[in-house]
């Protein structure tokens, strides 16, 4: 089934460690997104790529990076996790011109601790 | 900048009544794009619907029904007759369409309890 791939589903990690969050579409869309959703804030954008090799900074970026090396991946890196990074991460994707809609991924949900 | 509130925090009802829940947005875009997502508790987020600014049409699926109104900025959400398995968290979220810069920009979400 065509889509987003998201892994892991749940981490927990001990604080100071890395990690990355992986995402893969095989759709062929050039934007992609990462969101972080906490209970009472939504969904926030942390960093988004509108094509294969750029990347911008979102609403919430600080402590996190990302990078588009090919189309399909998107991977979310935490270099020095602190618990306030415990959320919920979904990763997204959409054709050109995010009016065509945005198909999500099931979401990962990490506990810093 | 984009801004997207749901005024609504939670919200339950009587299985069986209908429910509206609210959203209202801010955009200097002329051309934007509205939509609703269900989170249910299991956490994925399922697409309801997408508007474009240019269509002011109302939109009827089954039970749920859409009312867009630019002159308020607003963009409601009602679900007739609700069922338990409308039990979700409901985001309303706004993109623009100028490409290249195309950002979701979600509200906070109403939890919408329905009681059996």
Same mark, same amino acid.
């Given at each position: 089934t065509a889509g987003i791939t998201q892994a892991p589903t749940s981490q927990?990690? /001990?604080a100071g460690r890395s990690m990355t969050l992986r995402c893969t579409q095989d759709m062929r869309h050039? /934007?992609?997104?990462? +969101?972080?959703?906490?209970?009472?804030?939504g969904l926030r954008l942390i960093h988004y790529s509108n094509t294969a090799g750029t990347t911008g900074k979102g609403e919430v970026p600080d402590? +996190? @990076?990302? @990078?588009?090396a090919n189309t399909d991946d998107f991977p979310l890196t935490l270099a020095s996790a602190v618990p306030s990074q415990t @959320?919920? +991460?979904f990763c997204a994707?959409?054709?050109?011109g995010g009016g065509y809609g945005y198909t999500f991924g099931s979401g990962t949900r990490l506990t810093v601790v | 900048a984009q801004k997207v509130t749901q005024?609504? !925090?939670e919200i339950s009802v009587v299985e069986k009544e209908d429910v509206t829940l609210d959203c209202v %947005?801010?955009?200097?875009? !002329?051309?934007? %794009?509205?939509?609703?997502? $269900?989170? #249910? #508790?299991?956490?994925?987020l399922v697409f309801l619907i997408r508007r474009n600014s240019f269509d002011e049409q109302n939109e009827i699926s089954g039970r749920y029904s859409w009312n867009f109104? $630019?002159?308020?900025?607003s963009f409601n959400f009602t679900i007739t007759a609700s069922q338990v398995v409308d039990s979700a968290v409901y985001f309303c979220a706004l993109s623009t369409a100028n490409f290249g810069n195309e950002k979701l920009t979600f509200g906070t979400g109403t939890r919408l309890t329905i009681i059996p």
């Open positions: 927990i990690l /001990a050039n /934007a992609m997104y990462w +969101y972080r959703q906490d209970l009472g804030l402590g +996190y @990076s990302v @990078s588009r @959320s919920v +991460y994707s959409s054709e050109d | 005024a609504q !925090t %947005y801010e955009t200097r875009d !002329t051309t934007y %794009y509205l939509f609703w997502y $269900k989170q #249910p #508790p299991s956490g994925e109104q $630019k002159s308020t900025s």
